[in-house]
Structure formats: structure tokens, C-alpha cells
């Protein structure tokens, strides 16, 4: 299952444009499917995009399952960044308690 | 009763503070109900200053205050004429001060726009200007439009508005290009107070620089906008000050990466203005490559 994401929204720029991608990709993990999703086209996006369509998953999955069944493909240099930065500041917030 | 506000001879950042001083009382309302914007000592404003009297009208404005524009120049200064030109007096008195007024090339003019078309604008307006004066192609972009994109979903995710004004300004001599946006909600200081409790708005608005720091005003944001901004524009040789409250932020590159440092200000900004100062010498912009596939 391939998304290409400018099939779905204009931009990749708001929380809702997110939105609209986030239960696409939700439709598919709830069936334990894996989803390829396309960035071809798009030159940038914001961190509300991206918080908001993937790593808002990490509320329903944890990010070994989104890792292995989502796959980020067509990414240019900046798209990149903003995934690695949302998600590696996600997991600073999901960190599982430590028990002293 | 009026109060008149003098502009003063050189509006630029450094007057920010007695501008709102004058405008806005200790109480963080309007001095009066009706305010005289005194033009007559003008002889120098930049993208900034503009801006913030832009912000500040319309801050007015929504709070019912009666505005009143007193010129008193027989013979209009450069400045005045720059005003117009931006269609300053167009936009607030429906008639422009010579009926020719024309933008100029080293302008890309304020515009209030709403979240909703702050996308069309940088594709269509935006991008296309700075490519020529940086002489770059669009991909170059990519991160300082982000950087923009951030700053117009905070204005939707963190005030109690929708939009804010932008104002882009090329000074050829200096070689250098300024972006102020602006907008009147609430601000930073008071968004980051909610969330983590009382402290000073200078405190505040470092702390909300910090990457992963966020007032969570929507519930996926995650606190990446001020601290992607900071870096982005210190790594292509610029500068970023923000005024929200009563903090000011600034940010700069240093031998280090970053300096960042906030200071407590006299008088309240009404709302949150972010200028960026852009070196063109020594812009450099995103690295260039085919799309890939990311890795994990």
C-alpha cells in the first residue's frame, strides 16, 4: 500500500493536513498491513505535519511496530530532518518509567 | 480623552520598547480610548518598525480604540513615501498619500494574512522573491520556509488569532534581508507560564526556545518551531529576535553554534513579533539531492 501523500493534501504544512494522512496510515496498521508513504513532490514540512500524521502513531503503537511497518520513501534533505527531529524528540517524551 | 503617540525619528527595533511604552499602560491596556499617531518627527523606519505599528493598530483596532493618523510633513520624507509605497495609509485610511504609489523591487510588502493562505503567499509571493535576491533556486528554500510555516502554525496552535502580518524588506547596501511577522495574541510568555508554571517572560521565552519545551496548546505539538527556527537561521549567518510580553529573545551564531539569550523588557509587546536578519553573503540554504528513502 503506497501513499502518496500530495495525492491527499495540498501541502504538508497543518495539523489537520496531518490529520487527513494520519488515518489513511491508521487505516491500514489497524490491519497490521505496511504502508509505504511518498513524499515525491514535496520540498518541505512542518512539525505540526509531522507530529501530527506519524507521530502522534506512538499514542496507539509503540515505535518498534511503526518502524518496522511504515516506510518513508522519495524524502528530500529537509523532509528527512523534521521526521528524524519529531520523532527523536517524541521518544525523549515516551520514555518508559525507571524503576530506582 | 486623546493620547498622542510621537513617532519617533528612527523607527527601528531599538524603539520598539518606548513605541509600546506610550501606546500601552502598565495594566497591559490602551492608554486611552482614543490614540494620535504623530507622524510629523518620522524620518526613518524599517521593516520592524513597520511591522510593529502595523501589529499595533490592529491590536488597537480590535480593542474598539479609535486611531487617528496626524502627518504633519507639508513635503512628504523619503520614509513616509516608503510607508505609502507599502500601502501603509492605503490600508488603514482607504486612500494612499499620492495616487501613484508603486511597491518596490526591494520590497515584498505587509500583508495581514490567515493561516489558511499563509501557504499560497510563500509559494506564490514569497519563494519567488527570494530566490532572485539570494540568487537561489526554490529547494534551497526548504528550511527557511519551514521556519515561516512554523511561525504561521503557532500563530493558529498558540493565540487567540488566526493571523499576522509579514513584512519582507531587501537593504541593499547592507546587503541583507529582514522577515518580521507579527501577530496580537497572546504571546509566548504567557502560553509557557500555563503550562509550567509562574516565571519571568524572560525566563519564559528562552525556555520556549528549547527544543521538546511546548505550552502543548495543541495537543500534538511537541516544542520543535522556536529552537528549528533558531538553528536555521544561525546556521545561514542570521539573526532571530523575538519580542512577546515582556521578553525578548535573541539568537545568534557564535564560534560555539548558538548564543541565545532573553532579556526582561520595561513595556509589553501586544502579541509576538519574530524578526529574522538575513546576511545574503552569507546565506547558504539546504543542501541540494535527489529524494531518498529515509532510514530509520
Known sequence: MVINVLNHVPFCFSTEQGDTIRALVEEKLAYNEFVTVSFSGVSEVTSSFINSAFVALLNSYNIKFIKSHIRFVSVSKQVSDMLRRCFDNAQKEHLPPVVA | ?296
Open chain 2, 1 to 296: 480623552m486623546v493620547k498622542q503617540v510621537i513617532l519617533p525619528p528612527d523607527f527601528n527595533e531599538k524603539e520598539i520598547a518606548k513605541f509600546i511604552h506610550d501606546v500601552i499602560g502598565p495594566d497591559g491596556f490602551p492608554r486611552e480610548s482614543e490614540i494620535l499617531f504623530d507622524f510629523s518627527k518620522l524620518r526613518f523606519v524599517d521593516g520592524v518598525g513597520l511591522t510593529v505599528l502595523c501589529n499595533t493598530i490592529d491590536w488597537l483596532m480590535h480593542k474598539k480604540i479609535r486611531c487617528i493618523f496626524h502627518i504633519g510633513q507639508k513635503y512628504l520624507n523619503d520614509y513616509l513615501v516608503y510607508m505609502d509605497d507599502c500601502g501603509f495609509f492605503e490600508k488603514y485610511t482607504n486612500t494612499p498619500l499620492r495616487p501613484h504609489r508603486a511597491v518596490r523591487d526591494t520590497t515584498l510588502p505587509i500583508k495581514k494574512i490567515d493561516h489558511a493562505h499563509s501557504q499560497a503567499w510563500m509559494d506564490f509571493h514569497f519563494t519567488p522573491w527570494m530566490c532572485i535576491k539570494l540568487n537561489v533556486n526554490k529547494n534551497k528554500l526548504s528550511s527557511l520556509k519551514t521556519c515561516i510555516n512554523e511561525i504561521f502554525n503557532n500563530i493558529k496552535d498558540h493565540s487567540s488569532f488566526n493571523e499576522g502580518f509579514i513584512h519582507v524588506q531587501h537593504y541593499p547596501r547592507i546587503n541583507r534581508i529582514d522577515i518580521s511577522i507579527s501577530d496580537i495574541g497572546v504571546g509566548i510568555p504567557s502560553n509557557i507560564k500555563r503550562k509550567y508554571g509562574e516565571m519571568s517572560d524572560k525566563d519564559a521565552i528562552l525556555k520556549a526556545s528549547q527544543e521538546g519545551v511546548t505550552s502543548k496548546s495543541h495537543p500534538n505539538n511537541m516544542g520543535i518551531g522556536l529552537d528549528y527556527l533558531s538553528v536555521t537561521v544561525a546556521s545561514n549567518g542570521g539573526r532571530v529576535s523575538i519580542h512577546s510580553g515582556y521578553g525578548l529573545y535573541l539568537c545568534r551564531p557564535d564560534r560555539n553554534g548558538l548564543d541565545r539569550e532573553s532579556f526582561q523588557m520595561d513595556a509589553m509587546y501586544p502579541g509576538t513579533l519574530v524578526d529574522i536578519q538575513l546576511p545574503i553573503e552569507r546565506f547558504i540554504g539546504d543542501e541540494e539531492g535527489e529524494e531518498e528513502e529515509f532510514e530509520w
